[in-house]
């Protein structure tokens, strides 16, 4: 056991916990801030309200997320969604591959990535 300052209060806190809490963050893939902050396309399968799954371009800049058609014609319901409209991203614990985003108007999106490393980039973005 470890005692904790959080501010003016204390706290007990188990050190094997924190000991395997830092090997995680440890373990974590990390990007470099620079291809964090540049536009990136992702190629994910969108599944949208009614459950129907569509191919999709996921662009991600430091201000938006941006929703393409893979092959380009047609038009999407909503292009670009502001990152401030993200309100929580997880992850599936059963497939790495598989990611939702949630958003602060209460509507949620799920989407898949062929390579678990592309669904911990975006999450990371």
């Avoid at 373990?27 to 309200?49: G, M």
């Avoid at 599936?92 to 939702?100: E, I, K, Q, V």
Wanted: glycine share 6%; hydrophobic share 30%.
């Amino acid at each position: 056991m470890k005692i904790v300052s959080l501010g003016l209060s204390f706290f007990l806190t188990n050190q094997e916990e924190e000991d395997s809490e830092e090997e995680e963050k440890a373990a974590a893939p990390k990007l470099d801030d620079s291809i964090l902050r540049q536009y990136t396309e992702y190629h994910v399968i969108k599944t949208n309200e009614k459950g129907k799954r569509q191919a999709r371009i996921l662009g991600i800049d430091t201000r938006y997320l941006y929703n393409k058609k893979p092959s380009g014609g047609g038009s999407v319901w909503r292009k670009q969604r502001s990152l401030s409209e993200v309100s929580e991203i997880s992850q599936s614990a059963s497939n790495p591959g598989l990611f939702s985003i949630f958003f602060t108007n209460g509507t949620s999106r799920d989407y898949e990535c062929a390579k678990p490393s592309q669904a911990n980039e975006i999450i990371l973005k």
